[in-house]
């Protein structure tokens, strides 16, 4: 609220109403002109006829309004430093129009339609977006994540629809980095949005999503484009886009390799198991079965595309056939091959309860994925009130992944083959037998198996098994087979004065068969498979349920009243050794949204959760997790208790010159699952123990203004997050853990018109962990991206970045320079560029971590410096 009265300081509100003969006009354009009448701001008046248009530097102005039958109005005014708020009730008047000859022209920017705004995308673009993703980059209030996510102020979007059809679901980001930009004429955001459209209306949603309208010339034709480039060292990137988006059929079909570190997918999961919470008619997207191990390059805040050998193969085959006006058909082919290669050198130095030693590992990681995803969805339309959906989901996932790894001066090789099949089916039957009241019947059915096979070519643990003094090697085959069947009914009934009562019945079952085998071998002669590292694991858990929710609506105010019901039926069989258990709890959840006025919005919640735990918690037995790592479950079943309270202010609306968002979450686990661990120089070992009182405290805000003086967009960033919990190392007593981590940053984007554009920014993240001893440090990431567009045929981009990790002895700053120019010609039909990565050559970066036990100092290899030659075709 201090930037808000900063931002505001001398400048004017102008308000007022718009009427005609009869009352208040609706969905007036008001326009704010200079004296050369270009446009510095608008609004439009809401269904009582007000509006309000903020923050008007002073000067003299033309305000303007219009609306489609009446006549324009305009009157000149002149606003100084003294006018902190001035009014202007206007009244238009009917304009006659001859309907045979009549011909309307007026575009705006931006427009708004009940819970639908529109935005032009010839507005905000410079013609140096090459994909929807950069595209989406410049319209006002979205944001778009380091790894592609997209939301609208905070909120991340449910799908991206092409022409009101969508493709990927949640796995939009196939999509976005993909599908060219030049295509789209308009960007919806729809607010309040129901992925079944029976519910629109009824349900109480804020789920937003985003609808691509396409240029008129694109549709109903075959288009699309390809691109090639070319560079030193065997880089290479190949991408090609065809579509057809005709009036009852829909054709999608891309492909992109590439060499040069690009993920063009995002995660796959998201496609292949999208998770919505709570949405009507979803059941069971939360549920897949586990791995043990994984072999995986590390997560970095860094971005991901300068540590990433790949060599990535993609091809998506998708339609949408309409055979008859009531069945609609969307067939998905999604396949994808990937090898890629990571490279690190790390020192952990250990302090574990009076246990010290340095470890040194240079590891060097080759994965091989294969995925192969076919999706259909059949919905029809029995009647206007009634619908029946369908979705069949096959999917099959092989990988080989192998690491040479010199840990502590001894080669050790690790194989991994790793398989995952999965068979997905859910119907839906929609039946709005009353205008507010709603049923909804779901039924699903999930079928997966993920077999591993995981050997090591040393043996590292003789302190563990003395008498396998020839052992050389291990190996590992685990495999989890899961099955779940879940039904629900739903019914949804909203009142007369706009309270909704929700009311859901059902059942859910899901069985996991979890097996394990730890042998020794002496080269291929298995010497043991030791006792108490074998598992023989089934679990099953099935869930009777009845959920509750009631929505009190106060205008202001919304009352949110949840009761949800569980009776468990759990059975555990562990080596031959049974148990089951019949636990019933209650989950209570209070909410209240209260809606101060326009501009300001406070949500709150406090819920009291009983969650059951998974497999992965139950097993009686070790498990190896990696190459010296053992990890064992709990072998009994547990219920775990936690409450929660959420808090979020919202000051103004996203699209707003000024907004700003602050959340806060404190989450209270009375019981929570930990471990007691034995750490070595050579291997640890780690149980799972149930223990009390863990708590985890997190607020953030972020702020987002427009500054009209320099047309530039200001966000700023703030968070802090506390961590407690406990765990016993080295047969210690159990010490408590605390973590805090800050996190604060800013951004300025312009919008000019003119050649130049620049985007620049600075992070700081500060991570700091208490035990027995205390470590911190602070990492740094500052960028400044150019673009010119020194024609309309020509533009370069430059993007610079500069890290700084901090506790580094030695060098801890990083400096990297990007550079891309395009040349267009041929009618807009043929494009030539060139592209430059990392022209600094840095080849290394150095970052410094801390944990409980230890702090460590790793270095990654980065891509080399390299250049590529770019041909793209559009037709």
Request: zero cysteines.
């Amino acid at each position: 609220m201090l930037l808000y009265s900063y931002f505001g300081y001398a400048q004017t509100t102008i308000s007022g109403t718009v009427t005609d003969s009869i009352g208040a006009l609706a969905s007036v354009n008001i326009l704010l002109k200079d004296n050369s009448n270009a446009l510095v701001t608008y609004g439009f008046s809401n269904v009582n006829g007000s509006y309000a248009i903020e923050d008007i530097d002073s000067g003299t102005f033309v305000l303007e309004f219009s609306a489609l039958g009446y006549h324009t109005k305009k009157l000149p005014i002149n606003l100084t430093a003294e006018n902190k708020t001035v009014q202007f009730n206007v009244v238009l008047h009917e304009k006659a129009m001859a309907l045979d000859e009549v011909f309307i022209a007026a575009e705006k920017p931006i427009s708004v339609q009940k819970d639908t705004i529109r935005f032009k995308t010839k507005y905000f673009t410079n013609d140096t977006e090459q994909t929807v993703e950069e595209l989406l980059e410049n319209i006002p209030g979205l944001n778009i994540d380091s790894d592609g996510k997209i939301r609208v102020g905070n909120q991340e979007i449910e799908k991206i629809m092409v022409d009101g059809d969508d493709f990927f679901e949640k796995g939009y980001k196939i999509l976005s980095k993909n599908m060219p930009a030049y295509v789209i004429d308009e960007v919806e955001v729809l607010k309040n949005y129901s992925n079944n459209h029976l519910l629109k209306g009824v349900e109480d949603s804020d789920k937003v999503a985003l609808n691509l309208k396409l240029d008129e010339s694109a549709k109903r034709i075959w288009f699309g484009n390809i691109q090639t480039s070319l560079g030193n060292d065997n880089f290479y990137e190949l991408k090609g886009n065809l579509m057809n988006f005709g009036k009852k059929n829909k054709y999608y079909f891309l492909t992109n390799l590439n060499s040069i570190g690009k993920d063009a997918t995002g995660d796959i999961q998201n496609l292949i198991n999208p998770f919505r919470l709570n949405d009507p008619g979803h059941i069971g997207d939360n549920q897949n079965a586990n791995t043990l191990i994984n072999l995986s390059a590390t997560q970095l805040d860094f971005k991901k595309s300068r540590t990433n050998f790949n060599n990535a193969e993609l091809v998506s085959l998708n339609a949408i056939f309409n055979p008859t006006e009531k069945l609609k058909i969307k067939a998905l082919g999604f396949f994808n091959w990937d090898e890629t290669n990571f490279y690190r050198k790390t020192t952990d130095v250990v302090y574990a309860n009076g246990t010290d030693f340095i470890n040194t590992e240079d590891y060097k990681l080759r994965k091989k994925a294969k995925t192969a995803f076919g999706k259909v969805d059949a919905t029809y339309n029995i009647s206007e009130t009634e619908m029946l959906e369908s979705t069949t989901k096959y999917n099959i996932s092989t990988y080989q992944d192998g690491s040479n790894l010199v840990f502590n001066g001894l080669n050790t090789t690790e194989n991994l083959n790793d398989k995952n099949t999965r068979f997905d089916q859910s119907i839906n039957y929609t039946n709005k037998f009353k205008d507010k009241r709603v049923l909804l019947l779901t039924g699903r059915l999930i079928d997966e198996n993920t077999p591993q096979n995981y050997s090591v070519n040393q043996f590292l643990f003789q302190d563990l098994f003395p008498d396998e003094s020839t052992a050389n090697n291990v190996k590992q085959y685990s495999a989890n087979h899961m099955q779940f069947v879940g039904v629900n009914a739903h019914l949804l009934d909203k009142k007369e004065n706009e309270n909704l009562l929700e009311l859901q019945l059902g059942n859910t079952f899901r069985k996991d068969k979890l097996n394990t085998t730890f042998s020794l071998y002496d080269e291929n002669l298995l010497l043991e498979n030791p006792t108490g590292y074998q598992n023989r694991t089934m679990y099953t858990v099935n869930d009777l349920y009845l959920k509750s929710k009631y929505i009190l609506d106060l205008n202001t105010f919304k009352i949110i009243g949840k009761l949800d019901l569980h009776q468990l039926f759990n059975e555990l069989e562990n080596n031959e050794h049974s148990d089951n258990q019949r636990p019933f709890f209650v989950n209570p959840s209070l909410g209240l949204d209260w809606k101060i006025n326009n501009k300001n919005k406070v949500t709150s919640t406090y819920s009291y959760n009983t969650t059951n735990v998974g497999v992965l918690d139950v097993y009686s037995d070790y498990v190896l997790t990696s190459f010296r790592s053992f990890s064992k479950g709990t072998s009994r079943f547990n219920q775990l208790d936690a409450s929660s309270i959420t808090v979020n202010y919202m000051f103004g609306n996203w699209s707003d010159r000024f907004f700003a968002n602050t959340f806060f979450v404190y989450t209270k686990n009375h019981d929570f699952l930990s471990t007691q661990s034995i750490v070595k120089q050579n291997y640890s070992q780690s149980e799972k123990i149930r223990i009390h009182d863990r708590s985890f405290f997190t607020i953030s805000s972020k702020l987002d203004y427009y500054f009209k003086s320099i047309s530039s967009n200001l966000k700023l960033d703030l968070g802090y997050t506390k961590s407690e919990f406990k765990n016993s190392v080295n047969n210690s007593e159990l010490r408590k853990v605390t973590t805090h981590n800050y996190n604060y940053g800013l951004e300025l984007r312009s919008g000019f018109k003119g050649f130049f554009n620049y985007h620049l920014g600075t992070k700081w993240t500060t991570s700091k962990i208490e035990t027995t001893i205390t470590n911190s440090f602070t990492d740094t990431v500052s960028f400044l991206d150019l673009t010119f567009m020194l024609s309309e045929i020509v533009d370069v981009q430059l993007q610079s970045e500069r890290y700084y990790f901090g506790s580094l002895t030695s060098k801890n700053e990083y400096y990297f320079l990007d550079f891309e120019a395009n040349y267009q010609f041929v009618e807009s039909k043929i494009k030539i560029g060139v592209t430059g990565k990392n022209l600094l050559n840095t080849k290394q970066f150095r970052k410094y971590t801390v944990s409980d036990i230890s702090t460590s100092s790793t270095e990654y290899r980065l891509l080399p410096r390299f250049i590529l030659l770019k041909l793209e075709y559009r037709f």
